[in-house]
């Protein structure tokens, strides 16, 4: 069967490997059909130093597929089933996966796709407790975006910040992945969006999917923008992952006691902080990482009921790379899928 292995920093090749072995009890079989890009892809493409992993790697964090068979003393599942997986090897037994918080697993065996063998190949054997089933009449492009392009923004937003109906939110890169997810998200509760863009022609897109107020952020200081929208109160939660040419102007941003959830860093791991400011205004930070198991359910939910994921391209899988180049371009606007 094929399998899309990373060899070295930018070298994808589409090698001819052996199928997994046939499901152990409480495994399942998946044959894998979409895989959703993100940027932990990007970093693993380019080869990021603190890495820990062997290759060549099987690519691919987030997928959705069909159940092709079953293990021993697996229920809930039927072959043909529509599923998803979770991205990441979780123990199952440590207190946080006990307790529904898989991300902050004790004893992690690694990301799918970055530290061991990930989605980017024709079938997949796995815990069938990483598998959630795909509710009736979503696509499996769209329910390739569960695990974590919504799943990520579901925990930012609801667990994390605890986003409340009426509040006025700040969402990054509002043509990204995740901004158009958290956009949709934010709307479908009754919040004010303000999202920043860095083209017109994006700006147009985020106010069609919702969004109140769009800034391009290469024409305007947004933290300035955001000010003035909300009468020099700020907003109540700042949805971050730009990093640092963004951090301070999205603490500037933020109202008395408000709210930064962020989950990314794409211009910058470092920023500068003052200190005052953090106590005097009472910002409260969460750093987010991944999603529950719970999350990725609430978000299959949400794709039934209609809050359907933008995709902006699908690519076959030998045009992953092709995908990558697209993503780190920034001229996306949505997600990048690419089918299996
Ligand atoms: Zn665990």
Not at 134 to 144: I, L, N, R
Not at 222 to 242: A, N, W
Not at 264 to 283: D, E, I, K, P, R
């Amino acid at each position: 069967m094929r399998a899309l292995k990373l060899f070295g920093d930018r070298d994808l090749r589409l090698t001819d490997v052996d199928p997994p072995p046939p499901p152990g009890p409480d495994e399942v079989q998946i044959r894998v059909r979409a895989v959703g890009l993100n940027h932990i892809d990007v970093w693993g493409f380019r080869g990021m130093a603190f890495a820990k992993r062997r290759l060549p790697l099987v690519v691919g964090a987030e997928a959705s597929g069909e159940i092709a068979a079953l293990g021993a003393g697996v229920s809930g599942f039927a072959p043909g089933q529509k599923v998803v997986m979770y991205g990441a090897r979780t123990c199952g037994e440590c207190r946080a996966c006990r307790d529904g918080r898989d991300n902050l697993c004790e004893n992690v065996g690694g990301i799918m796709g970055f530290h061991v063998d990930g989605f980017a190949q024709e079938r997949v054997t796995m815990p069938a407790r990483l598998v959630v089933p795909v509710p009736e009449g979503v696509s499996f492009e769209d329910a390739a975006c569960a695990p974590i392009a919504f799943g990520t923004v579901q925990h930012m937003l609801f667990d994390n910040a605890k986003l409340e109906p009426g509040e006025t939110i700040l969402v990054h890169a509002g043509g990204s992945g995740i901004g158009t997810a958290a956009i949709k998200m934010a709307k479908a509760l009754g919040c004010t969006v303000i999202t920043t863009v860095g083209d017109d022609e994006k700006g147009e897109r985020a106010k069609a999917l919702g969004a109140d107020h769009v800034i391009n952020y290469r024409t305007e200081r947004f933290e300035g923008e955001v000010r003035k929208l909300t009468k020099r109160k700020g907003v109540d939660v700042v949805f971050e992952h730009v990093g640092a040419e963004t951090w301070n102007g999205s603490l500037l941003s933020l109202k008395r006691g408000g709210r930064l959830v962020t989950c990314g860093s794409t211009s910058g791991v470092s920023a500068t902080m003052n200190l005052m400011q953090l106590f005097q205004q009472q910002y409260r930070i969460f750093g987010s990482f991944g999603c529950s198991m719970r999350n990725i359910r609430q978000s299959l939910q949400k794709m039934a009921e209609g809050l359907t994921p933008v995709i902006d391209s699908v690519f076959p899988l030998e045009d992953f790379a092709k995908g990558l180049e697209r993503l780190e371009s920034r001229r996306v606007f949505g997600k990048i899928i690419v089918t299996i």
